[in-house]
């Protein structure tokens, strides 16, 4: 993949093994780390201590819109798609995922959360969807570093 923002998910339930949207999505990335404040007798000051890192949050707000049907724009629903990201939120599993934005966070794997979408009145050629995820390391990663 040649752009930064681009974004391919890859799973064998996904027709063809890979979708992959026509418009990229917005993309944050959030972590948190996880500290314990102790007040210390005698001081005003207090120890903190980390404890843990969480996995990355990802949010995606992107949107699906029908191809073009020679040159001029369609107004056919892109309920294909639609399924494709219903089937995709009922993963029971992570999924691989390409995108040169999140392999710089080291995320190569997702679990879905959420999947919510979102249709305008008025305009029947498209939907918005937002995808809430957590980062998921494959299990060969974790055995490698035990």
């Known amino acids: ?4 923002w681009s974004i391919e998910f890859r799973d064998a339930s996904l027709p063809g093994g890979v979708w992959r949207p026509a418009v990229p999505p917005i993309i944050q990335v959030a ?6 404040t102790t007040r210390v007798a005698g001081s005003s000051r207090a120890v903190t201590e980390i404890i843990a890192s969480e ?11 029908s191809p073009p049907e020679n040159g001029i ?3 056919i629903f892109p309920e294909a798609q639609l399924k494709i990201l219903a089937n995709m939120s009922q993963a ?3 999924m691989e ?4 934005y999140l392999a710089i966070y080291g995320i190569r794997n997702l679990v879905l959360q959420s999947v919510s979408y979102n249709v305008a009145p008025g305009v029947p050629h498209e ?4 995808i809430t995820a957590i980062s998921d390391e494959a299990p060969e990663i974790q055995i490698l570093r035990q």
Not at 31 to 36: D, G, P
Not at 55 to 65: A, E, L, W
Not at 97 to 100: D, G, I, T, Y
């Open 1 to 4: 993949m040649s752009e930064m």
């Open 31 to 36: 972590s948190e780390t996880k500290t314990v």
């Open 55 to 65: 996995n990355y949050r990802i949010r995606m707000d992107g949107f699906v819109k």
């Open 73 to 75: 724009e369609s107004n």
């Open 92 to 94: 029971k599993r992570a």
């Open 97 to 100: 995922v390409v995108c040169e």
């Open 127 to 130: 939907f918005r969807y937002t």
